[in-house]
């Protein structure tokens, strides 16, 4: 990664006017390239070396941009007035950040970073020249604001600019008002990466995934929805006399179980789950999960599971309305109805869908059993927040990570690995902002997406605006 800061720049060009040198914001330089071109040889000897470059514009700090050490042998450049109002902004609270993107940044493509410090937008130009473009109109919006975003450019035209008060230590006003000017920049976007983009709003006949079908001999899911449902359940929650301990309880034969505390405090820290936080738990199970959640969430929040099994959903009710077992005692708790619920559809309450009220959904052990796995995470996006996240916890597809099972178990159990399961999320309108390593997981990832905006088509060509 290569930080280029303005001090940094000027003494490099030896540059003994003051103000904004206009060059610095050209490329390429005329003034330091005669002829206002880079020979295909220069171009080449700049990018050696380097098959990924990065470029990025730090937020100086006042002292920072204060500096003014001379070259040796010049006089020294005037200094150019600096606003200290980025140290004196506040930082916003957790309500003021979903404020703000709720309404001033409704329709602006930026994302939440997994600590909520600042804000982020990323996309791909049609080519190097439309990504310079774009850094020099920022670069001109930020001088004139004297607040300054960071400027990332990889693969030449892959843009990423991200938007923190470093002098506050976090998201102030100045963040939001920044974003707002940089989004009035026209941008001149990759086609087809807009075409990627803007295939997440379809909703095509989606194919089942594929898995192996000698292991999964009853599919996906058929051996949990079995008529008999008195062994599935003593073998997976246990028996009330015992007060549960089954398979997916037991912390001597699950990771999750032993580190289950570990996972929602991991949600705290990097998903956003709050005190009044609305949660899915899809895939609940046997309410592993459920006591701890319901906790986070306070007597103010909803903890909705979603489970596709009759069986489950049994035991799940029969926790609920039995204090020995006391694991779901809390009206916050709420069993989804098995009416709603099938493989294609987590079963959220209308009221959620259509406030669009959901803070976060979490899947523990149960993405590799999604047969309709896009379908399913559009139906949780259409009934997300703003800034919602989704949590993925799954097993590594690699046998050496995974000790606890065989081999063959490993690679017939779970049907892709981390990036393919990345890629299908995130094409249907999440991006990837935490991969966590969560104490007591060796064998599993922990990831964290948020909601992502999607571009509006304007005349069948997307790219005139975008939508949550």
Known sequence: KMRVGPVLVAKLLNL?????????????????????????????????????????????????EEETTPVSGDPPPPKTPVTRSCAQQPCLGPEEIRRALADTLHGHPWVLSADERSIERSFRAKNWAAA???????????????????????????????????????????????????DAVPVDYSPAWLRDQASS?????????????????????GDFLVDDTTALTETFAGTLSEGGGGKFEDPEQRDIARAKDEIVAAMQKHA??????????????????????????????????????????????????????????????????????????????????????????????????????????????????????????????????VTSHEPDWVYAHVRADQATFTKEIESVGFVQIADVDVPGLPENYFLVFRKRPLPVAAAGVPGAGWAV
């Open 16 to 64: 003994k006017s003051g103000g904004r040198p206009p060059e610095l914001l050209r490329w390429p330089p005329r003034a330091a390239h005669p002829g206002g071109r880079l020979g295909r040889g220069a171009g080449r000897a700049l990018c050696r070396g380097s098959p990924q470059p990065t470029m990025a514009t730090p937020q100086s700090s006042p002292e920072e």
């Open 132 to 182: 310079m473009q774009f850094f020099t109109a920022v670069s001109e919006i930020a001088e004139t604001a004297k607040h300054h975003p960071d400027l990332h450019l990889t693969q030449w035209r892959d843009v990423r600019v991200v938007l923190s008060t470093h002098a506050a230590g976090g998201l102030t006003k100045l963040d939001i008002d920044l974003a707002v000017a940089i």
């Open 201 to 221: 709003t379809t909703e095509d006949d989606e194919a089942p995934a594929a898995f192996d079908a000698a292991y999964y001999a009853n599919g996906l899911n």
């Open 272 to 401: 956003g789950l709050r005190e009044g936080s609305v949660i899915v738990d899809v895939g609940a199970g046997t309410g592993l999960l459920l006591p701890a959640l319901a906790k986070a969430v306070g007597p103010t929040g909803r903890v909705l599971a979603s489970e596709l099994s009759p069986a489950f959903r049994e035991v799940l009710e029969l926790r609920k309305r039995d204090p020995r077992w006391g694991l779901l005692d809390g009206a916050n708790v709420e069993i989804l109805s098995g009416d709603g619920i099938d493989e294609k559809n987590p079963g959220l309450p209308e009221d959620v869908v259509a406030a669009n009220t959901l803070d976060c959904a979490l899947l523990t052990d149960v993405y590799h059993h999604l047969v309709f796995p896009r379908t399913v995470l559009r139906r949780l996006r259409d009934a997300m927040a703003r800034d919602a996240t989704l949590v993925v916890i799954d097993f590594h597809r690699d046998s050496k990570r």
